[in-house]
T-cell receptor, first 115, second 113 residues
Framework: AQSVAQPEDQVNVAEGNPLTVKCTYS??????LFWYVQYPNRGLQFLLK??????LVKGSYGFEAEFNKSQTSFHLKKPSALVSDSALYFC?????????????FGKGTMLLVSP | DVKVTQSSRYLVKRTGEKVFLECVQD?????MFWYRQDPGLGLRLIYF???????EKGDIPEGYSVSREKKERFSLILESASTNQTSMYLC????????????FGSGTRLTVV
């Protein structure tokens, strides 16, 4: 079975500071990992993904994520936060051993960036 | 741009009503999904479909059914709406290849009174 955990319900950071949103996963095979962002009363928007290759993945809006196989983590990062980054962030995983293309999502982390 | 369109942004229905939530995608995706989103619980998979007329139960199918008569359309049906089905419902679609993510609709916020 595949699962993902986001240990923080909320992350607070001041504008201009670096931010990290944590994600850990569990799969039996190799993971396909995704980050999505959700603004209020909207659907989820794709930010970035890791399938294979470089452990550091760059995505939309200046976000990046680092895949760490030994720690089974895929933390989302940004060097300098903006107030407009405030939103709900979801990590998702798919096990390449699973039969269907279903993603399992974490519970989400609310990011609040203060001016 | 790929579009996934959910027919309603907000719905208010009465307990016991039969409710239809409609989702249409325009990218010829094989897979379509229905999730519900609740605070503190994240996204939970209700049903998904990997082909026309095919459906598979997700994690929380009880009280729901689905229909996929055409490739582009995936409907979620609440046979007899209950207050505990008040939630945000999200539709998504994807290619079959697992290295592609999902494209989501904007969501339908359903309130059952």
């Amino acid at each position: 079975a595949q699962s993902v955990a986001q240990p923080e319900d909320q992350v607070n950071v001041a504008e201009g500071n670096p931010l990290t949103v944590k994600c850990t996963y569990s799969v039996s095979g190799n993971p396909y990992l995704f980050w999505y962002v959700q603004y209020p009363n909207r659907g989820l928007q794709f930010l970035l993904k890791y399938i294979t290759g470089d452990n550091l993945v760059k995505g939309s809006y200046g976000f990046e994520a680092e895949f760490n196989k030994s720690q089974t983590s895929f933390h989302l990062k940004k060097p300098s936060a903006l107030v407009s980054d405030s939103a709900l962030y979801f990590c998702a995983v798919r096990d390449d051993n699973s039969g269907y293309s279903t993603l399992t999502f974490g519970k989400g982390t609310m990011l609040l960036v203060s001016p | 741009d790929v579009k996934v369109t959910q027919s309603s942004r907000y719905l208010v229905k009465r307990t016991g009503e039969k409710v239809f939530l409609e989702c249409v995608q325009d990218m010829d995706h094989e897979n379509m999904f229905w999730y519900r989103q609740d605070p503190g619980l994240g996204l939970r998979l209700i049903y998904f479909s990997y082909d026309v007329k095919m459906k598979e139960k997700g994690d929380i199918p009880e009280g729901y059914s689905v229909s996929r008569e055409k490739k582009e359309r995936f409907s979620l049906i609440l046979e007899s709406a209950s207050t505990n089905q008040t939630s945000m419902y999200l539709c998504a679609s994807s290619w079959t290849l697992s290295n592609y993510g999902y494209t989501f609709g904007s969501g339908t916020r359903l309130t059952v009174v």
